[in-house]
């Protein structure tokens, strides 16, 4: 199992490291961007929320088709858990867009992707594995307007889903909520 995800990993940052950057629409281009992500646990709905998570997730966009975008994230993360301990995460996130719905100044999209990271979690948390490494998933909904010429506003929802790969755990479910600018 560990070889198969180790190698799904590679393979989906192959993909977006070799896709060519001028496949898409004529005007399209390699854009960047840095969003703010912040959410309570999946449990806030039935219960008070036991952690909280705050992220600044620094991006570059890479069009692959007029309706497809390839994404790779930094993952600076920081989960405030209370009772237990505080686990920062430090990773690279890939994601693909599809853009459901678009307009000249907006665009609808859906979000899919994985990651890996770094964790200090020191066999100290019971949701996380044993491990200093965690993988992350997480899938969403957004939309991104255009505020002038080169410049776009993201506001998004997402679920994330972190825990470790190496040993079976119950893991962290965070709902998400993320502002960005892309340039």
Request: net charge positive; glycine share 12%.
């Amino acid at each position: 199992m560990r070889n198969k995800l180790v190698f799904l990993i590679l393979l989906l940052g192959f993909i977006g490291i070799g896709s060519s950057l001028s496949y898409g629409e004529g005007d399209r281009k390699v854009r960047w961007g840095l969003s703010i992500l912040g959410g309570p646990n999946a449990d806030f709905i039935h219960d008070r929320p036991t952690l909280t998570l705050i992220a600044l997730l620094p991006r570059i966009e890479i069009p692959l088709h007029p309706r497809w975008d390839f994404e790779m994230e930094g993952n600076l993360s920081y989960y405030w858990i209370k009772h237990d301990k505080n686990l920062y995460l430090l990773g690279l996130n890939s994601n693909f867009l599809f853009k459901s719905y678009q307009k000249e100044d907006r665009n609808w999209f859906f979000l899919g992707g994985m990651g890996w990271g770094y964790i200090n979690s020191n066999k100290e948390l019971k949701y996380i594995g044993d491990s200093h490494w965690a993988g992350v998933l997480q899938g969403g909904t957004g939309v991104q307007f255009l505020l002038r010429r080169g410049i776009h506003f993201r506001g998004e929802y997402r679920l994330q889903h972190i825990s470790d790969p190496f040993n079976r755990d119950k893991g962290i479910n965070t709902h998400s909520f993320l502002l960005g600018l892309s340039f």
